[in-house]
């Protein structure tokens, strides 16, 4: 489907007062750690987010960041996906020499959406089921222990941007140090502990959840957040163009209908 289809398109809007002319608008995307971390499709979020953005004729730079790359300084968005315990392993000591920068990055309010496995190292450690001690970088004020059971399945959560939904696969058990710096209320799943009904965290504009899926395909008022948070910072007061979301919509309701 084209840009144009998709932006006069009259079906379900998430957000019909937004109207930004925006032909010279720009946005970086960074995608952390995108060979390492990438499980459950959340390569999709990326991808999601610059093809929302095109959309309303945004610029959209793209940046993979490995293991040894430095991080751009011009980076509006940054995403990291989830990964197994060994590609947490593998990816720790770069982080840590990163840690500095995500930090400063984050007081500054670059918008971060981090899953799963990156959401663990966002908090302070995770410390794996056999005892590993994995270095986290604390931009999040959590940690994340593995424990014996896998909490895996489809995931419904009440957040401030709406219903999202997701699906979750991980044994790492997350605490926040204050409950009420969740990202959601879990409605169906585990969400960080699977005992105090939060899911994920937020602290400023950085975003942490268990959800793969990818996460943004199916909830779009949470993808246009994030665009519209980093335009905001970008440029001051921001809007989008409403879209055409019948589609993303539809798998939304299809995937809050799957069982657990
Ligand atoms: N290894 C972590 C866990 O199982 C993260 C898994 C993931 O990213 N899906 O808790």
Redesign the pocket.
């Known amino acids: 489907m084209t840009k144009g289809q998709r932006a006069k398109g009259k079906g379900h809007s998430t957000s019909a007062t937004y109207h930004l002319p925006s032909t010279t608008y720009q946005l970086t995307i960074v995608h952390l750690y995108p060979r390492e ?1 990438n ?2 499709g959340d390569t999709g979020n990326r991808l999601v987010l610059q093809k929302r953005a095109e959309w309303r004729g945004i610029d959209v730079q793209i940046k993979l960041v490995g293991v040894g790359d430095p991080i751009p300084d011009e980076a509006d968005i940054i995403v990291g ?5 060994a ?2 392993g593998k990816i720790q000591d770069d982080l840590q020499e990163k840690a500095e920068t995500l930090h400063q990055m984050a007081e500054a309010g670059v918008v971060m959406l981090m ?6 190292l966002f908090g302070r450690s ?1 410390t ?2 056999e005892g590993e001690v994995i270095q986290g970088i604390g931009v999040l004020p959590l940690e ?1 222990v ?2 014996h059971k ?2 895996i399945g489809n995931t419904i959560y009440q957040t401030p941007f709406g219903e999202i939904v997701g699906y ?6 997350t605490k926040l140090d204050n409950p009420a710096m969740a990202f959601g209320t879990v409605v169906k799943g585990s969400g960080n502990n699977g005992q105090d009904g939060t899911e994920g965290c937020r602290i400023q504009n950085v975003f942490g959840t ?1 959800s ?1 899926g990818p996460v943004l395909v199916k909830n779009p008022a949470f993808s246009d957040e994030l665009l519209r948070l980093a335009l905001s910072r970008r440029y001051g007061d921001a809007k989008l163009k409403s879209l055409d979301n019948t589609m993303e919509l539809s798998a939304h309701a299809i995937a809050s209908e799957r069982p657990r």
Do not use: A, K, L, P
């Open positions: 971390m499980i459950y996906g989830g990964g197994q315990d590609g947490q899953i799963c496995g990156m959401y663990q995770f794996t089921h994340t593995g424990g896998r909490m979750e696969n991980h044994s790492g058990v268990y793969h």
